[in-house]
C-alpha cells in the first residue's frame, strides 16, 4: 500500500494554499517544531475546517464537524474531563452491547494516546477514531464538561431558575435550553423515534415521539419553556424566528451517535403558539438492501422480475408513513451502478445516495413534479424516480417517460395494489395506456414487531383460526401475543417490520384493464395467477411469531375473513 502524501503537498495539490504560503509555514514549523497544519491555520492560510477535511482525504479517514455533533453522555463519563483535554480527544458514543467507544481526536494515529484511553474503559472496549479539528476539539470540551446534559438534570436546572426570563435567548438562560435541545433530539433519535413533536398547550408543553408508528408522551414541561426552545429549534433550522403565524419548512444535520442524522422540521400556529414536528431522518436506517425488506422468496422473484424489466411505470402504494420511501430507495439501490443514470424528482430529498441525480421539488423556482419530469427527460436518464403522483399532468409525465424507453418509479396514495387501476383512471389517464406501460404495483403497511425477549405463545382460538384462514385439521397452530418487558420499555412490540402485496401486470391482467374492466374481476384473475393480499402476507407474519393477530388487525382489514 502507498503512503499517504505529506499534508503539505496534498493541500498544494489540492489548490488550497500556494508554494509560498507553504513555504512560510514550512520555516515557522522548522523553528517552533509544531504540526505543519496547526501552523497553516495559525498563519491564517486556511481554516480549521479545510484541514480537516484534507487530513481526513489524506489519511482515509471519516471527519465530523463537532459543531454538528451531539455527543452521549454516556461515553462522556467514562472519560473524566482532564484526561479528555491531555488526550486532546472528545468521546461521542458509547454502545454498551458490542461494546465500542466513538471518539473524536485531531491525531487519529497517535497509539499512545489511544493505549491510555483504553486503560479506562471496560475490557475488550474497541475505539473507533472520526478526526475533528484541535480547537474544535477544546470549544467542545469547554462547552459539554462541567455542565448537566442529561433531560432530567437540565430541567431541574432550568426549573430552579427563574421561569418568566426563559423567553430570552441569551446569556447564562439560553444556555440549558440549548443543551436540553440537544439532548432532547438525541434520545430521540436514541429511541429509534421516526417523529418528534412540540405540542404546546393552554398551560403545558408536551412532547411526544412517534416510535414504531405510535405517539407516545415522554414529557410534559412549563409553558415558560417553550418560547425559547422553540427559538433554539428555529435558528437550528434556518428559519425566520421572527415569523410565528406563517407555517415554515427547514431542515438540521447533526451528527448522533457517531453517525449523520438529518431532521425535517415543520412549524405551524396553532392556539396555544407554533407546533413544531421535526421528521428524523436516519441515513443508515433508511437505506435498506432489496432482500431485506422481508418480502416472501416468491415476493421478491416477482420483483426483481418486474425490476428487470426495461420500460415501464412501477408504482408503491400506502398511506402515508407506509415505508413507502423506504422500499422505493431499496429498489434504486439494487439498480444503482456506475452504466445507469438515475434520476430523481422528490418532495424533499429525504436521504442523499451516491451516484443518483436527486432534485427537490421547489415552490420558489415553480419546479414542480410535472415540469421536472419534462427537465429530466432531457439529462438522458434510465431510470426515473418521481416522488409522488398527485395529479394529471404528473401522471401524463410519468407515463410519457415510461412509453419512451424509461424505467419510471413513482407513489400513489391508494389503499391496495389493485386499487391502484382505478385511481389512475379517476386521474385521467386512458384505459388504453395503462395496459402495456405499468410493469406492476407494490402496496405495503407498517406493522409492529413483537418483542423477542418477552412474545407470548399461545394456541390460537377458534376465531383467530378464521382470522388466519388456517384449517384446524393440522392442529392449532401456536401464536404470539405482546407482554412487555425493559427490552421493549414494556410496549411488547420492538421495531417494525413490512407487509406487502405484489401485482405484476401481465398480457392478461393489461387485456381486462384495456377494456376497462372492474377491480372485483381484476382481483379475481390476479388471485388466480398466486396475487397474495395484504392481509395473506400479514398473516403469514402472524404465524412466523414475527407480530400479533391484534397488530395485523390495527393496520389491515380482516373483517371479511369472518364472513360467512
Known amino acids: 500500500m502507498n503512503a499517504p502524501a505529506p499534508i503539505g503537498q496534498t493541500l498544494l495539490q489540492l489548490g488550497l494554499i500556494s508554494a509560498d504560503q507553504l513555504h512560510i509555514a514550512l520555516r515557522e514549523q522548522h523553528r517552533s517544531g509544531d504540526a505543519l497544519g496547526r501552523q497553516l491555520v495559525r498563519l491564517g492560510f486556511l481554516s480549521e475546517a479545510t484541514l480537516r477535511d484534507a487530513l481526513a482525504q489524506t489519511l482515509s479517514r471519516e471527519s465530523i464537524d463537532l459543531t454538528h455533533a451531539l455527543p452521549d453522555p454516556a461515553a462522556l463519563a ?11 480527544l472528545i468521546p461521542l458514543s458509547f454502545d454498551a452491547a458490542l461494546p465500542r467507544l466513538v471518539v ?16 479506562l474503559l471496560p475490557p475488550g472496549c474497541a475505539i473507533e477514531t472520526l478526526l475533528a479539528g484541535d480547537s474544535e476539539i477544546a470549544r467542545a470540551i469547554d462547552q459539554l464538561y462541567g455542565h448537566e446534559l442529561s433531560i432530567d438534570g437540565i430541567l431541574h436546572e432550568i426549573e430552579t431558575g427563574e421561569p418568566e426570563r426563559l423567553g430570552s435567548t441569551s446569556g447564562e438562560y439560553a444556555q440549558p435550553v440549548v443543551r436540553l435541545i440537544d439532548a432532547l433530539l438525541a434520545d430521540a433519535v436514541r429511541r429509534d423515534a421516526s417523529d418528534l413533536h412540540f405540542e404546546p398547550e393552554a398551560g403545558f408543553l408536551r412532547i411526544r415521539y412517534r416510535i414504531d408508528g405510535m405517539l407516545r408522551q415522554i414529557r410534559a414541561l412549563h409553558r415558560a419553556c417553550w418560547p425559547a426552545m422553540a427559538v433554539r429549534l428555529k435558528v437550528m433550522a434556518g428559519l425566520n424566528i421572527a415569523e410565528t403565524r406563517a407555517p415554515q419548512d427547514g431542515r438540521i444535520s447533526l451528527h448522533v451517535s457517531g453517525r449523520p442524522v438529518d431532521f425535517r422540521v415543520s412549524t405551524l400556529p396553532t392556539l396555544h ?9 436516519d441515513r443508515q436506517k433508511g437505506l435498506v438492501r432489496l432482500d431485506q425488506l422481508g418480502l416472501a422468496s416468491a415476493q421478491l422473484d416477482l420483483l426483481q422480475l418486474m425490476i428487470a424489466r426495461p420500460e415501464g411505470l412501477i408504482l408503491v402504494t400506502g398511506p402515508t408513513g407506509s415505508g413507502k420511501t423506504t422500499t422505493l430507495y431499496s429498489i434504486l439501490g439494487h439498480l444503482n451502478a456506475e452504466g445507469v443514470n438515475i434520476m430523481t424528482l422528490e418532495d424533499p430529498v429525504e436521504y442523499p445516495m451516491p451516484l443518483i441525480r436527486q432534485t427537490a421539488v421547489s415552490e420558489a423556482t415553480r419546479l414542480d413534479f410535472a415540469n421536472g419530469v419534462r427537465a429530466m427527460l432531457r439529462q438522458d436518464p434510465d431510470v426515473i424516480l418521481v416522488g409522488e403522483i398527485r395529479d394529471s399532468d404528473t401522471a401524463r409525465m410519468a407515463f410519457q417517460a415510461a ?22 383512471l379517476d386521474i385521467g389517464i386512458q384505459a388504453d395506456i395503462l395496459a402495456g406501460n405499468i410493469i406492476g404495483v407494490v402496496a405495503q403497511r407498517l406493522v409492529r414487531r413483537l418483542c423477542p425477549a418477552c412474545r407470548d405463545p399461545h394456541p390460537a382460538d377458534d376465531i383467530e383460526m378464521r382470522l388466519l384462514a388456517v384449517d384446524g385439521r393440522a392442529g392449532r397452530p401456536v401464536i404470539h401475543r405482546p407482554k412487555g418487558c425493559p427490552r421493549c420499555d414494556f410496549q411488547g412490540y420492538l421495531g417494525r417490520l413490512a407487509i406487502m402485496e405484489v401485482l405484476r401486470l401481465d398480457g392478461d391482467l393489461d387485456e381486462l384493464v384495456a377494456r376497462r374492466a372492474t377491480a372485483r374481476e381484476i382481483r379475481q384473475a390476479a388471485l388466480d395467477k398466486g396475487f397474495r393480499p395484504l392481509a395473506a402476507d400479514g398473516c403469514r407474519r402472524v404465524l412466523e411469531g414475527e407480530t400479533s393477530l391484534e397488530e395485523l388487525a390495527r393496520v389491515v382489514d380482516l373483517t371479511d375473513r369472518l364472513s360467512p
Do not use: C, K, W, Y
Open 403 to 424: 412509453m419512451t424507453g424509461h424505467q419510471v418509479f413513482s407513489t400513489l396514495h391508494t389503499s391496495s395494489a389493485i386499487g391502484a387501476l382505478p385511481r389512475l
Open 78 to 88: 467514562l472519560v473524566p474531563q482532564p484526561i479528555a483535554r491531555r488526550l486532546r
Open 104 to 119: 473524536a481526536s485531531a491525531e487519529t494515529d497517535n497509539l499512545i494516546a489511544l493505549d491510555q484511553l483504553r486503560s
Open 273 to 281: 403558539g407554533e407546533n413544531i414536528v421535526l421528521r428524523i431522518l
